[in-house]
Nanobody, 125 residues
Framework: QVQLVESGGGLVQSGGSLRLSCEAA????????MGWFRQAPGKEREFVAA????????IYADSVKGRFTFSRDNAKNTVYLQMNSLKPEDTAVYYC??????????????????WGQGTQVTVSS
């Protein structure tokens, strides 16, 4: 069992930055596929970024590429999402997710077994 706790959300003006953290308990994150997703009101949960394993390639959604950066700190058992140049359309609840290192697509919600409670990010124009 893996427990994930996100933090770092908040209210920021357009063009600003936030860093989200996702701390895990119960298992070493380095052995897991980790992803960030977001869900805006009235919309489905969508993929933001993911990394199959520590040291592996990081994949980003086109909408955040060049603005968001995914990283891991294995010593702290924590993953991060650095978000720069934020836009109002980035407003959503952001979730981190963990899954096994298997062949499933990193893009799909169904590929992940564990989810955090979410943290709200609001970007004002």
């Amino acid at each position: 069992q893996v427990q994930l706790v996100e933090s770092g959300g908040g209210l920021v003006q357009s063009g600003g930055s936030l860093r989200l953290s996702c701390e895990a308990a119960g298992r070493t994150l380095g052995s897991l596929r980790m992803g960030w997703f977001r869900q805006a009101p009235g919309k489905e949960r969508e993929f933001v970024a993911a990394n199959r394993y520590s040291g592996g390639i990081i994949i980003y959604a086109d909408s955040v590429k060049g603005r968001f950066t995914f990283s891991r700190d294995n010593a702290k058992n924590t993953v991060y999402l650095q978000m720069n140049s934020l836009k109002p359309e980035d407003t959503a609840v952001y979730y981190c997710a963990a899954g096994p290192r298997d062949g499933k697509s990193v893009y799909y919600v169904q590929s992940y077994d564990y989810w955090g409670q979410g943290t709200q990010v609001t970007v004002s124009s």
